[in-house]
């Protein structure tokens, strides 16, 4: 005889994860705006700012974004491998490097 389902647990326990994986994106959104320094500008102009990058049909200037984003995280992998932040000189020399490759 099969053991019948707890309905009422297992919908606790998607809830708690929901919640946890809700928590998580908020404080990886946060960290992102710090990392960026957009902490510095006003909350309106943030606001403001990615609501117009929402609102945007520009697909070149979306691509623009996309790739900036792109170049931002992978010069924060090369100073995370690197072990040290050796300044904004030697953080060009790397994709100089890649782009001859």
Same mark, same amino acid.
């Given at each position: 005889?099969?053991?019948?389902?707890?309905?009422?647990?297992?919908?606790?326990?998607?809830?708690a994860?929901?919640?946890?994986?809700?928590?998580?994106?908020? %404080?990886?959104? +946060?960290?992102?705006v710090?990392?960026? =320094? &957009?902490?510095?500008?006003?909350?309106?102009?943030?606001? *403001? #700012?990615?609501?117009?990058a929402?609102a945007?049909?520009?697909?070149?200037?979306?691509?623009?974004? %996309?790739?900036? +984003?792109?170049?931002f995280?992978?010069? =924060? &992998?090369?100073?995370?491998?690197?072990?040290?932040?050796? *300044? #904004?000189?030697?953080?060009?020399?790397?994709?100089?490097?890649?782009?001859?490759?």
């Amino acid at each position: 005889m099969r053991k019948p389902r707890d309905i009422d647990s297992e919908l606790k326990a998607l809830e708690a994860k929901a919640k946890t994986l809700k928590e998580r994106r908020v %404080r990886q959104l +946060g960290e992102l705006v710090i990392a960026t =320094g &957009a902490d510095a500008l006003d909350t309106d102009m943030l606001t *403001g #700012a990615l609501l117009g990058a929402v609102a945007t049909k520009d697909t070149s200037a979306k691509e623009g974004w %996309r790739k900036a +984003g792109a170049g931002f995280f992978q010069r =924060g &992998a090369r100073k995370a491998a690197a072990g040290t932040d050796r *300044g #904004a000189a030697n953080d060009t020399a790397p994709d100089r490097n890649a782009a001859s490759a």
